[in-house]
């Protein structure tokens, strides 16, 4: 496709979804739930199809020596579709926030004013690897009312093209339009600079993948961006904690997988609790393969781990998100310096305290500026599904106009209703 053509192909893309998105936007929750719930069975019927598809983005991102954790990110496996399918039906079963009034009140003139919740209209989505976003992010467009725009990377092209293409069978069966839901089908990079451009069609517009290519949309955008850079989380173990609580959670939140962007890159122990824990610790990380890299302290205690793989760490490795087995590991005074040094390097992602001090649990939760912090929890939970949203169309570390697991009411806006009986004002 040409470049001249991939402009085109665009612009018909935007105008197609802004007429979508008015049909969309009046839908009944009955027939959105119903596409949903089609479009569930309809991921169940074709799991061995999708596998199909995705097997040959497997091999290409292989052939092309995409990374181990990269690749991961690519495996449309049936556990991955089921959840998929599982998050369409737990959207169809929560009720449809649109056209909610919320604040109404009666005003000194008489007039009643309040908020009603509608959709954003409509969302561009660029997202890398993961095919199964396709699904997450079409899901919630449908359930929030509004038309999207997918353009996924080129390395999940096929999955890419064969998950959007369910989605817009399960519109049609409901009686949606298949535009609701549509998918950039050039790999050509000037697509995304177009997408990017468009106010006239494009609302919103909602990166997920690397950090380059964060950086690029949120310089070259002329719409606004829902986004986060990257994800350095952190677990904190806190003087008094359980310690076999800690152990097990801290385990977890790092090696439950290493390639999201939820998963712990740095380990945090209060000094107090550090002789006890960091042995046990680093004895399951040693056992896993997981690289730590240690402050001076930290790397006193391990060093009596048998086998454990220890590196000095450099300043660089407190703002690091590895996405691999690797841990930067550090012991602190307390929760004042735990807290001092999340602030400074954290990327406000999700970052977690194991304590048993309600007092250091209320400090963590309202100092630590992030944007989900959690006690004694591991750091894996920080998802659109775990949240119970059904799915997420990402997670934002940004404070303007949705924070964390973006769900349903993260596409949606408010407009006032005034509501009178034949006031005029004096």
């Known amino acids: 496709m040409t470049e001249l053509n991939t402009v085109e192909h665009l612009q018909a893309l935007g105008l197609q979804a802004k007429q979508a998105s008015a049909q969309m936007a009046k839908a009944s929750a009955a027939v959105k739930n119903q596409a949903l719930r089609r479009l569930a069975d309809l991921l169940r019927e074709n ?74 209209g409509v969302f561009g989505m660029i997202f890398e690897s993961r095919p199964n976003v396709t699904i997450e992010a079409a899901s919630l467009s449908i359930k929030s009312g509004n038309a999207c725009i997918l353009r996924g990377g080129s390395e999940a092209i096929e999955s890419n093209k064969a998950l ?33 451009t468009m106010p006239q069609y494009v609302d919103v517009v909602i990166p997920r993948g690397g950090k380059g290519l ?73 056992a896993k393969g997981v690289e730590m890299r240690c402050c001076p302290k930290a790397k006193a205690i391990l060093s009596q781990v048998t086998g454990a793989n220890l590196k000095d760490a450099i300043e660089q490795d407190w703002f690091e998100e590895y996405l691999a087995p690797i841990i930067s590991v550090k012991v602190v005074e307390g929760v004042d310096e735990a807290i001092a040094h999340i602030n400074q390097y954290s990327s406000h992602h999700t970052d977690a305290i194991l304590t048993r001090d309600h007092m250091h649990a209320q400090r963590f939760l309202r100092e630590v500026d992030s944007s989900s912090v959690m006690v004694n929890a591991s750091t894996r939970f920080a998802d659109g599904f775990e949240y119970g949203l059904g799915a997420e169309i990402g997670i934002s570390t940004d404070k303007f106009h949705a924070r964390g697991p973006v769900g349903i009411e993260g596409l949606t806006s408010l407009k006032y209703v005034v509501l009178g009986e034949g006031e005029v004002r004096v």
């Open 214 to 286: 964060i950086e690029r949309i949120s310089a070259e955008a002329k719409v606004p961006v829902i986004k986060h850079l990257d994800g350095n989380c952190h677990t904190y173990v806190d003087d008094p904690c359980d310690i076999d609580m800690a152990v097990r959670v801290a385990d977890n939140a790092k090696t439950q997988k290493y390639s999201p962007c939820n998963a712990s890159e740095s380990l945090l122990v209060a000094r107090g609790v550090a002789g006890e824990f960091l042995p046990k610790i680093g004895a399951i990380y040693a």
């Open 47 to 120: 799991t061995e199809a999708l596998q199909l598809d995705n097997a040959k983005d497997l091999a290409r991102a292989q052939a092309n020596g995409l990374s181990e954790p990269m690749v991961d990110r690519l495996k449309l496996t049936p556990k991955v579709l089921e959840t998929c399918a599982q998050g369409c039906e737990q959207l169809a079963a929560m009720p449809d926030v649109i056209g909610e009034i919320i604040g109404m009140k009666q005003v000194p003139s008489g007039i009643r004013v309040g908020q009603m919740r509608v959709p954003i």
């Open 164 to 196: 959007a293409k369910l989605v817009q069978q399960a519109l049609t069966e409901s009686g949606l339009p298949m535009d609701a839901v549509q998918l950039v089908q050039t790999t050509d990079r000037a697509a995304v600079g177009q997408l990017i």
